[in-house]
């Protein structure tokens, strides 16, 4: 019995440092293929890591950036910066705020920006897919009503070939700046998948009824949004 337990005590400190190392492991940022530590300040050509959760980038002219921090991410961009990747082009399963002073542009063969919760709020941005989504938010459905995408202050522009250039599990908010879409491909230039029964607050909605109940997209006042491509969606002045 005793060797029993030893055993089983055994076990479950290898499994805790296994899961240690695994959390340790999983706190990383990569940037243009390379890996480092978030938990530490990091450096490289046109970036900087803040261990607090800020990568900025000044003058970055390189490819991919993915973040497997477990928190939300902060991008700030200054001057002139493009990503150029044969995949994802900015990747995070969590939150994640892009705001900056200059333009960055991101072209991809996959998904261009991808995180779990989205907001853009200055600056410009122009990102391009030719293989997926030029922009995807993506959540499970419980937290569907809470985020989503939310453009605030940024100018925005999206361009897919192949697949829907906005594509967001949640609701799309534009409170300030622009948000333009095209894309190449038979389908809607934006969807979202969400529902919101109620709709006083003197904004436009875009509706499509055609899956997953109806899309819901609040542009406010002095806010502008361009679906080049819009099919199947009628738009309407909220007033219900």
């Known amino acids: ?3 029993f337990i030893s055993l089983v005590l055994c076990l479950a400190m290898m499994l805790s440092f ?3 190392f695994a959390s340790a492991k999983d706190n990383t940022i990569t ?4 890996s480092y530590s978030a938990s530490k300040a990091q450096k490289g050509t046109g970036w900087t890591w803040d261990k607090s959760g800020v990568l900025t980038l000044d003058g970055y002219k390189s490819g991919a950036i993915k973040f497997s921090t477990g928190a939300t991410v902060k991008v700030v961009f200054k001057g002139t910066n493009t990503i150029k ?3 994802a082009g900015i990747q995070t399963n969590d939150k994640l705020e892009i705001s900056g002073m200059g333009t960055l542009t991101i072209n991809a063969t996959g998904i261009g ?3 779990k919760d989205l907001k ?5 941005i122009n990102v391009n897919s030719t293989g997926a989504y030029a922009i995807s938010v993506f959540d499970s459905p419980k937290d569907s009503f809470r985020s989503g995408l939310k453009v605030d202050g940024a100018k925005v522009t999206a361009t897919a070939k192949t697949h829907e250039a906005v594509w967001v599990d949640g609701i799309i908010r534009v409170t300030d700046g622009k948000l333009a879409a095209k894309t190449s491909a038979k389908r809607p230039a934006i969807l979202a998948y969400a529902f919101t029964e109620s709709h ?3 904004t436009k909605v875009v509706w499509d009824d055609k899956d997953f109940g109806a899309n819901d997209i609040k542009v406010s006042k002095g806010a502008t949004i361009t679906p080049t491509k819009l099919k199947f969606v009628t738009v309407a002045a909220a007033g219900g």
């Open 31 to 34: 940037v243009n293929g390379k």
């Open 18 to 20: 296994v899961t240690v």
């Open 120 to 124: 853009l709020s200055s600056g410009t």
């Open 200 to 202: 006083k607050d003197g």
């Open 113 to 115: 920006i991808e995180a």
């Open 1 to 3: 019995m005793k060797k």
């Open 85 to 87: 990747s044969s995949n």
